[in-house]
Nanobody
Framework: QVHLVESGGGLVQAGGSLRLSCLAS????????VGWIRQAPGKERELVGA????????YYADSVKGRFTISRDNDKNTVYLQMNSVKPEDTAVYYC???????????????????WGQGTQVTVSS
C-alpha cells in the first residue's frame, strides 16, 4: 500500500504562485509514476501533469504548459507541482496519484490509478 498526502493548497490571487507537495509512504516511491489530477465542481477530473519513475520525463496538459512544473525527489518520497501565473480556471481540488504504469495516470478519464491522495483545495481569485 502506498499512502499519498497532498499539501500546499490554499487561496492565491490570479498571477500568483503556489507549490503543492505530494508525500508518499509505505512502499518504494521510485517504483511509481506519479501524476497530478484536478477536479472542479461539476466537472470531470482532468490530468494536469505526470512524471515517470525517475522524474526525467514529464507530461503537461496544454492548459498548464509553461506555467506549471512537476519535479520529484525520490530520496524524500515527494513529488511537487509548482504553479506559476495561476488563473481562476485553475481553481479545483488537486490530487496526486501513483501507479506503476504511466499510461494509467495519463488516461485518468478511463483508467483508475492504483493509489490516490485525499486532495488539496486550490482557489484562485481574480
Amino acid at each position: 500500500q502506498v499512502h499519498l498526502v497532498e499539501s500546499g493548497g490554499g487561496l492565491v490571487q490570479a498571477g500568483g504562485s503556489l507549490r503543492l507537495s505530494c508525500l508518499a509512504s509505505g512502499r518504494t516511491f521510485g517504483s511509481y509514476a506519479v501524476g497530478w489530477i484536478r477536479q472542479a465542481p461539476g466537472k470531470e477530473r482532468e490530468l494536469v501533469g505526470a512524471t515517470i519513475k525517475s522524474g526525467s520525463s514529464t507530461y503537461y496538459a496544454d492548459s498548464v504548459k509553461g506555467r506549471f512544473t512537476i519535479s520529484r525527489d525520490n530520496d524524500k518520497n515527494t513529488v511537487y507541482l509548482q504553479m506559476n501565473s495561476v488563473k481562476p480556471e485553475d481553481t479545483a481540488v488537486y490530487y496526486c496519484a501513483a501507479d506503476q504504469k504511466l499510461h494509467t495516470i495519463v488516461a485518468v478519464g478511463e483508467e483508475n490509478p492504483e493509489f490516490w491522495g485525499q486532495g488539496t483545495q486550490v482557489t484562485v481569485s481574480s
